[in-house]
């Protein structure tokens, strides 16, 4: 007795089987003519349709069938109906790719045509994306080309040139070129000679650094700083130039070996005469009646000291060189005396000067560069 072998096998229209829902060798088979087929798992767990070209306007499982898998499989082909005229398909696993074209119209992208394709040759003057053949690129040739007698090229071409561009030498119209930005300037021309456009650049419009500057680091190393500068050669100080501020060149003098202007402006040279030392006339009242007080001896040779308050500590700041120096201390009349602490620079010759009820005092210093010796005198 013969037995019937059935495979698993479906009626509904578009049905496919999970490939994972199928063993290795086993076939499913829908057999709805809507789209028939047979279906096997591939070694790679992929499903793998064997059916004739599916057609219809919409691709094959669009809308897969309820309890069917959803996709496509490689390969699978479709011509589709949507189209006119139709167009064959295949899943390239992606996308729908055209295979190729059926008929006139159909689109084939990037065509490598072989031997002596042919094609319709346009009429005249046509220009559009039509496809021109030999036989229309000849005749534009000849219809826009200018008539000629003689043989060849040798010949005379009757070309009609308008205007003066035959024997032209200069421009029918003067022309400007004017430069903008940070560069100004302008030029004139008719084409008949070169001319040259000279430009001036704004003030403050750019920057340079040294490097930018040819030579001028050099030319800036062989400068003296003005800090402690370093002089070499003869070196020539003009009449009247003041030195640190504190001596005063009455001529013009020359240096003619190394000097030293040290803060005592120390000038030995022979050359250097008429020095003339600078004065401190002027009385500089200090600011404070008690506490730390600063006495700067190289802006000004006299202070004057309001009428103490309290104990005073002054802090001294040196001159320049030796000089004679005075400190005037302020009394009402009515003050008690104060007790002053002095810096450990000074000496006072002979005894330690001492404050006296309501009197003023008068504190002379000679500082001979590193010390200062002074005498106190109060108020008879």
Same mark, same amino acid.
């Given at each position: 007795?013969?037995?019937?072998?059935?495979?698993?096998?479906?009626?509904?229209?578009?049905?496919?089987?999970? *490939?994972? @829902?199928?063993?290795?060798?086993?076939?499913?088979?829908?057999?709805?003519?809507?789209?028939?087929?047979?279906?096997?798992?591939?070694?790679?767990?992929?499903?793998?349709?064997?059916?004739?070209?599916?057609?219809?306007?919409? *691709?094959?499982? #669009?809308?897969?069938?309820?309890?069917?898998?959803?996709?496509?499989?490689?390969?699978?082909?479709?011509? !589709?109906?949507?189209?006119?005229?139709?167009?064959?398909?295949?899943?390239?696993?992606?996308?729908?790719?055209?295979?190729?074209?059926?008929?006139?119209?159909?689109?084939?992208?990037?065509?490598?045509?072989?031997?002596?394709?042919?094609?319709?040759?346009?009429?005249?003057?046509? !220009?559009? +994306?039509?496809?021109?053949?030999?036989?229309?690129?000849? #005749?534009?040739?000849?219809?826009?080309?200018?008539?000629? %007698?003689?043989?060849?090229?040798?010949?005379?071409?009757?070309?009609?040139?308008?205007?003066?561009?035959?024997?032209?030498?200069?421009?029918?119209?003067?022309? +400007?070129?004017?430069?903008?930005? !940070?560069?100004?300037?302008?030029?004139?021309?008719? &084409?008949?000679?070169?001319?040259?456009?000279? @430009?001036?650049?704004? !003030?403050?419009?750019?920057?340079?650094?040294?490097?930018?500057?040819?030579?001028?680091?050099?030319?800036?190393?062989?400068? #003296?700083?003005?800090?402690?500068?370093?002089?070499? @050669?003869?070196?020539?100080?003009?009449?009247?130039?003041?030195?640190?501020?504190?001596?005063?060149?009455?001529? /013009?003098?020359?240096?003619?070996?190394?000097?030293?202007?040290?803060? @005592?402006?120390?000038?030995?040279?022979?050359?250097? %005469?008429?020095?003339? %030392?600078?004065?401190?006339?002027?009385?500089?009242?200090?600011?404070?009646?008690? &506490?730390?007080? *600063?006495?700067?001896?190289? #802006?000004?040779?006299?202070?004057?000291?309001?009428?103490? +308050?309290?104990?005073?500590?002054?802090?001294?700041?040196?001159?320049?060189?030796?000089?004679?120096?005075?400190?005037?201390?302020?009394?009402?009349?009515?003050? %008690?005396?104060?007790?002053?602490?002095?810096?450990?620079?000074?000496?006072?010759?002979?005894? /330690?000067?001492?404050?006296?009820?309501?009197?003023?005092?008068?504190?002379?210093?000679?500082?001979? &560069?590193?010390?200062?010796?002074?005498?106190? +005198?109060?108020?008879?």
């Amino acid at each position: 007795m013969s037995v019937p072998i059935q495979n698993l096998r479906s009626a509904t229209a578009n049905k496919r089987p999970a *490939a994972t @829902g199928l063993t290795v060798g086993q076939i499913a088979v829908n057999y709805n003519e809507e789209d028939p087929a047979i279906y096997l798992r591939g070694n790679a767990d992929a499903l793998v349709k064997v059916a004739p070209v599916y057609v219809g306007s919409g *691709a094959p499982n #669009a809308v897969p069938a309820s309890g069917g898998a959803s996709g496509n499989t490689i390969g699978e082909q479709w011509l !589709d109906k949507s189209l006119t005229p139709p167009v064959q398909k295949v899943w390239d696993g992606s996308q729908w790719v055209p295979s190729f074209a059926l008929a006139s119209g159909v689109v084939i992208e990037s065509p490598a045509l072989s031997g002596v394709p042919t094609a319709p040759t346009a009429s005249l003057g046509t !220009d559009t +994306t039509q496809v021109a053949t030999t036989a229309f690129v000849n #005749a534009e040739i000849a219809n826009d080309a200018p008539t000629k %007698t003689g043989g060849g090229a040798s010949g005379t071409w009757d070309i009609s040139i308008s205007g003066n561009a035959a024997t032209a030498t200069a421009l029918s119209a003067v022309r +400007t070129i004017t430069l903008a930005g !940070d560069l100004t300037g302008s030029a004139t021309f008719d &084409g008949s000679a070169d001319f040259t456009i000279s @430009g001036q650049v704004a !003030d403050d419009s750019h920057n340079h650094t040294i490097a930018n500057v040819s030579g001028l680091q050099t030319a800036l190393d062989d400068k #003296a700083p003005l800090a402690s500068p370093t002089f070499t @050669g003869t070196v020539t100080i003009p009449s009247g130039a003041l030195i640190s501020g504190y001596a005063q060149l009455g001529a /013009a003098q020359t240096f003619t070996a190394t000097q030293t202007l040290s803060s @005592g402006v120390v000038l030995s040279n022979s050359n250097l %005469t008429t020095i003339k %030392t600078a004065t401190f006339n002027s009385q500089v009242d200090l600011v404070g009646t008690s &506490g730390t007080i *600063a006495i700067d001896w190289s #802006a000004a040779q006299n202070y004057r000291q309001p009428e103490p +308050t309290g104990t005073i500590t002054y802090t001294f700041t040196s001159p320049p060189g030796p000089c004679h120096l005075q400190l005037f201390i302020d009394s009402d009349g009515s003050s %008690t005396a104060q007790t002053v602490n002095w810096p450990g620079t000074v000496t006072f010759l002979g005894s /330690a000067w001492e404050g006296a009820n309501n009197k003023k005092a008068a504190i002379n210093l000679w500082y001979d &560069g590193t010390n200062y010796f002074a005498i106190g +005198t109060n108020q008879p």
